[in-house]
């Protein structure tokens, strides 16, 4: 019987990881190199913001079936199954992942490991990963010792990463044995009591289905960023086109939001790395569309800084506020933010920016230092010659124009989400640009 579980990573992913499944009823430790986040977690305090997750953190290290650590052997010797949730970012120079954490992981824990267990990847990693690391740690693993490999990747979205988590809409596992397959249907019984979809595979079928649905969603979204491109020439209205087409129940309209695009820690990078891993396996142009994806999604960038000139002209010394630089809401992520560039490049063209995001201004005050950063709309609005919605934050979406009535210089407004309703900003006096709009 499963009782002790390891996870090998305390960021996004392993914290939540780690926390879900001490709330299934696991002895849980979490190990991570970095000594002030493993301090940080034991007072269950969280580096980062995720609803609902800090809560059922403090709610396992109270009942004491999670504890964190930097102390990899003792788990080698503590724990049945070891998760592997460490990540796997863009190479700096390079488009392809760096995958200098796993494999550190997978070959410490191969060295720490003295009873029977198997280890399982949850990272996104490119195919062939997990075949290789099999063999990495048979090399490296104790005399008499069975370390088996499996890889089951995560789904999670950030801001629901723990519903996501307990919840999830499909279980997918890649193993060389039947017996490892068994192991993890035990740990995910809790899910599969609820009929959630098993999906029992090889090894590289289940890493490719996590980069796939990520080039996927990526694909939709710039799919219609595109056909925003079109409507912002001949007219047409992006969001009814979305919702047509998405009553297709084949197509479905989910993902289908135009806007500035997508960005985070996930689908930017692991577009890029897969195209990078199919070339290196000599398939030059198979992933190709992908590069397009990611201009699509790039050029969004750019029609919200030539939209501010077409309403401002020259940029230098005019007021801009920015409304959301977390890449998303209900996050604090700036990685790779849409919002965030937005707000640079607009600094670089001479505006004086200011930004407001709920929860994401610290994050994005350590990346760029120079631009404004302040605690409500109303401030980043005040005496603005232009403000641009980057982020659909709540708060945003509930902006109507007597809001900003006496607070802004001048009435423009840029909504790079489309979420705003263009007639009542133009009936209230507004100069209103929205991306997916003609202009
Ligand atoms: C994404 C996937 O959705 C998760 O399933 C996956 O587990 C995760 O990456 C990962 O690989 O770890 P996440 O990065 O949290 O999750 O964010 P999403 O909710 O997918 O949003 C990604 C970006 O797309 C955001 O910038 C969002 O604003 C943008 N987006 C989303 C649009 O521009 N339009 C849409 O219609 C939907």
């Known amino acids: 019987m499963i009782k002790n579980i390891s996870v090998i ?21 979490g190990v991570d190199v970095d000594p002030e986040k493993i301090e ?4 269950g305090e969280l580096p980062f913001h995720e609803p609902g997750l800090p809560e059922l953190i403090r709610r396992h290290v109270d009942s004491g079936r999670l504890r964190f650590t930097t102390d990899l052997d003792a788990v080698g010797s503590w724990a049945d199954i070891h998760f592997i949730a460490v ?63 499996a890889w089951n990747p995560e789904f999670l979205r950030e801001g629901f990463a723990v519903q996501d988590t307990l919840r999830p809409d499909r279980l997918v596992v890649g193993t060389d044995s039947p017996e490892d397959e068994a ?18 595979t090889d090894f590289e079928t289940a890493e490719l289905v996590k980069v796939a649905a990520n080039a996927f969603l990526a694909t939709k979204i710039s799919f219609i960023n595109a056909f925003s491109e079109v409507t912002e020439t001949v007219g047409g209205d992006i969001r009814t086109l979305a919702d047509a087409i998405g009553h297709d129940a084949r197509i479905g309209r989910k993902f289908l939001n135009a806007g500035v695009g997508f960005g985070g820690g996930c689908l930017p990078k692991d577009i890029r ?34 939209l501010a000139e077409q309403i401002l002209g020259d940029l230098s010394g005019r007021r801009i506020a920015v409304l959301g630089v977390s890449f998303k809401p209900l996050s604090d992520d700036v990685r790779d933010s849409p919002g965030l560039d937005v707000a640079n490049r607009l600094f670089n063209s001479g505006a004086e920016v200011f930004v407001h995001d709920p929860e994401g201004n610290a994050n994005a005050a350590k990346r760029f230092p120079r631009l404004g950063y302040v605690d409500s709309l109303s401030e980043a609005a005040q005496d603005a010659d232009l403000v641009v919605l980057t982020t659909e934050w709540d708060e945003f979406k509930a902006l109507t124009p ?24 133009e009936g209230a006096g507004w100069t209103f640009a929205q991306l997916g709009r003609h202009f």
């Open 87 to 149: 990540g796997t970012p863009q190479q700096s120079g390079g488009t392809g992942a760096d995958m200098t954490f796993v494999d550190t992981a997978a070959a410490g824990l191969a060295r720490a490991i003295t009873k029977d267990a198997l280890i399982v990847g949850k990272s996104t990693v490119p195919v062939g990963t997990a075949r290789r690391l099999r063999d990495l740690v048979a090399e490296e693993s104790r005399e008499g010792v069975r370390v088996a490999l």
């Open 9 to 29: 990573g305390t960021g996004y992913l392993g914290a939540t990881h780690a926390a879900c499944m001490a709330e299934l009823g696991f002895d849980v430790v």
């Open 402 to 425: 007597a809001d900003l009535d006496g607070v802004v210089a001048a009435k423009n407004f840029l909504d790079a989400r489309h979420v705003l309703d263009a007639a009542q900003w």
């Open 40 to 43: 940080r977690l034991s007072r």
């Open 183 to 200: 192991t993890l249907r035990e740990v995910y019984a809790d899910a599969l009591s609820r009929e959630t979809p098993w999906v029992a």
């Open 273 to 306: 790395a897969l195209q990078t891993r199919v070339s290196e396996l000599g398939l030059d142009h198979t992933m190709n569309f992908l590069n397009e994806m990611d201009q699509i999604n790039l050029r969004r960038r750019d029609r919200v800084v030539t």
